[in-house]
């Protein structure tokens, strides 16, 4: 027994010397594959960047010229997603005071000064929210070896806004040049230095495009199976095409639909939704009406560091559409001052500045607007749109002041009513509620006002509809039972005495 003992903790004693080593080699070769390729980004880099869905500025190179090496695109490609992961943590470090991820993107050197300015923000209580918009390098030297770059970013535009204890003292736009060296360390560019050379204000002026010819009469679209999901898997161009022969029909000459940000894949559109967007511009086309493209739809958030994805998603789609011959204007978002508590005014409407600019940089030929909610909102940012455009679901005894008011706030300016209607609901949830007489005298009042006040308009909307995203107004019923009959057309296809007022014909 004791000899049988014996072996058995031999068995034991080996097992375990066996198990020790095999657990020692696994260790030394999984460090050893650590420091030969300077470690998986992915879970050293506590920012997790992944650039692709968080920081896509424009970039744009010179021309190829450099001294040195010649350098395939693989290299130029690797060196710009470095640079601009460097900027991105950059601008994280800034806003955070905190230095996650400058080791992976600055060199010693480099990041001393980065760590001292972090320290000294952290000591004041002072953060920087900022992006850059655009880049501009041009590669002047690529050495022999592979290891070394030097390259000049000119025209960087770059947007901040700086706090002191959590009060925002500045905020600015920038365009400044940069000499930036980077060096090639465990296969990754780091920045050794980076040195801004020159900076100015950048506050660039749209070119304002006419509104002479202007002539909105329309109606603001969904189609009725599917209000705010118009281009779902349900989508279909035969019905679109047939709506719009309804609304023609019916005296009017355009119409405003909506693009979901994220539905639409936000920085990445999706062409299959770009495509049924198409389709519904020749739907349009087809029947001579104009549309009204409302972008950023169910979007808001806002943030400095998104900005480059919005832009890159307005990009795509102006781009793709400013040819169009059934395209009449661009409205950057619906409603965006309802967002103004939640998400500051200043920041949503130094968002709204940018993304004016950039539709305007990308088709000179159509105006843009912003769909504000009110009357009281309108005047915001009226120097730099083409028209303006406001929503009213308020008493119509007020709306002749407010016009009133708004043409001496706006004077010189293509005024447009882009939203207004009334609900014929007057059901369980709201029994005092209106009939559909008085939708039906709502809308003749409403036209003798535009008449009057020779308003252009889209109202709101062409059917009553069965269902409402809790989205759009909630989950209470009250409030979605209410939503549902603002059409013209009730929920059975047939017109509404309301239908009679739906023009001013």
Known sequence: MVRYN??????????SYVIIITLIIYGISALLAYLNTGADRSTILHTEIQKIDQYLPKVTWAPLSNEGRPIDSENLNKIENNYLDAWYVKHIAYKTNTTAGIKDYYTDSARLNLFNFIELNAAQNISIESTTLEH????????????????????????????????LVLETTEISTYKIILLLEDGFWRIRHLVKESTESYDPIA????????????????????PWDMFGEAFSADIITKDFKTIKDAGLNSVRIFIPYEDFGKADVDAEKLEKLKHTLDAAQANH?????????????????????????????????????????????????????????????????????????????????????????????????????FHYYEDLELLQDAIKTMKVEIPNKTIVLGEFGMSSYNGFWKPLGNSDEDQANYHKKAQEIIATNNLQYMSWTLYDFENIPKDVVGKFPWRKDAQKQFGFIDKNGAKKLAFKYISGQ
């Open 289 to 389: 009406l104009g549309v009204v493209v409302t972008l950023f739809d169910f979007y808001g958030d806002y943030s400095i560091l998104d900005w480059t994805l919005n832009m890159r998603h307005a990009e795509t789609i102006v781009t793709a559409l400013k040819d169009h011959k059934a395209i009449v204007a661009w409205d950057i978002k619906n409603e965006p001052n309802l967002d103004f508590e939640s998400r500051g005014k200043d920041m949503v409407v130094a968002w709204l500045k940018n993304m004016v600019q950039l539709v305007k940089s990308k088709d000179q030929n159509h105006p843009v607007t912003i769909g504000w909610s009110n009357t009281e909102s309108a005047s915001i940012l009226k120097d730099k749109v083409d028209f303006v455009s």
């Open 207 to 226: 070119t304002a495009i006419s509104t002479k010819n202007l002539n909105i009469q329309g109606i603001n679209y969904y189609p009725q199976a599917t």
């Open 136 to 167: 501009h390098p041009s590669l002047e030297f690529f050495s022999e070896d592979g290891q070394l770059a030097v390259i000049t970013d000119k025209d960087v535009i770059e947007y901040k806004r700086i706090f002191q204890n959590e009060l």
């Open 6 to 15: 014996k072996n058995i903790l031999r068995v034991i004693v080996i097992a």
